[in-house]
């Protein structure tokens, strides 16, 4: 496999090819909401309080350095002679330094940090409802999709693990609406609408992604 890779001249048409491929791997990754998160990995706990405390004397650290820089900056700028030094200060090391990256990220880190920090702290009053919700949803992305969208469907056909009919979210003629029965999910070649169980519910009933849950767990 890899020696016929080695010596295939990749085609655009490959390119596009990998393209999908990439965005349906990209879409497996797993993707988790800080409460998620923190119930999955409980240790977080004890490595978050961490974080912070390391990402504030390295950003104090880094604030330092800035200062020290700004200073020195002022003073070359004072400064007569325009040598190599000089151009090579102002064109790499100013920008460099000058709007601080390090500082910017470490502000992002610390952002997302003391957010999931207050998730801890008040978890006793939040975690429960949180908690119940992930079940809720885990339920309702279980049920049969058959079951929910046959009252919806019309000119229904099934072929093996499939089922095609009209498409309940645009007017056709011919059916392009495929259900997976196995993955629980459809995909309607005619308007590309796609998802679960979930997004079909929210769909065709206009609903929010909390009361569409709702109403298929409850
Ligand atoms: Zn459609």
Same mark, same amino acid.
């Given at each position: &496999?890899?020696?016929?890779?080695? /010596? ?13 491929? *990439? ?18 990995? $409980? ?10 405390? *390391?990402? !504030?004397? *390295?950003? +104090?650290?880094?604030?330092? /350095?800035?200062?020290?820089? !700004?200073? +020195?900056?002022? @003073?070359? @700028? ?12 102002? !064109?790499?090391?100013? $920008? ?6 390090? %500082? %910017? +990220? ?38 049969s999709f058959v079951?929910?969208a ?6 229904i056909r099934r072929t093996g693990s499939r089922i095609t009919a ?9 059916p392009s609406f495929t259900i997976y029965i196995d993955k629980n999910t459809f995909h309607?070649f ?11 519910? &929210?769909? %065709? ?14």
């Open positions: &496999m890899s020696k016929y890779l080695n /010596n295939v001249p990749f085609s655009e048409e490959f390119y596009e090819y990998a393209k999908g491929l *990439e965005k349906e791997w990209s879409k497996s990754l797993p993707k988790y909401t800080d409460e998620e998160l923190l119930l999955i990995f $409980p240790e977080a706990r004890e490595i978050i309080p961490q974080k912070i405390t *390391e990402y !504030r004397e *390295e950003r +104090k650290e880094c604030i330092e /350095n800035i200062k020290e820089f !700004r200073e +020195k900056v002022s @003073a070359i @700028a004072s400064e007569e002679k325009k040598d190599e030094f000089f151009e090579w200060f102002w !064109r790499y090391l100013y $920008p460099k330094y000058f709007y601080a990256p390090q %500082v %910017v +990220k470490l502000d992002k880190h610390l952002f997302r940090l003391k957010r999931q920090q207050r998730i801890i702290s008040g978890e006793n009053k939040k975690n429960s409802y949180v908690t119940d919700f992930i079940t809720l949803k885990e339920r309702a992305k279980q049920q079951d929910i046959l009252p919806y469907l019309e000119k009209l498409c309940p979210f645009h007017e056709e003629k011919t309607c005619g308007c590309q609408a796609n998802g679960d169980v979930i997004t079909f519910k &929210m769909k %065709v009933e206009n609903l929010t992604f909390v009361d569409a849950v709702k109403e298929l767990a409850l």
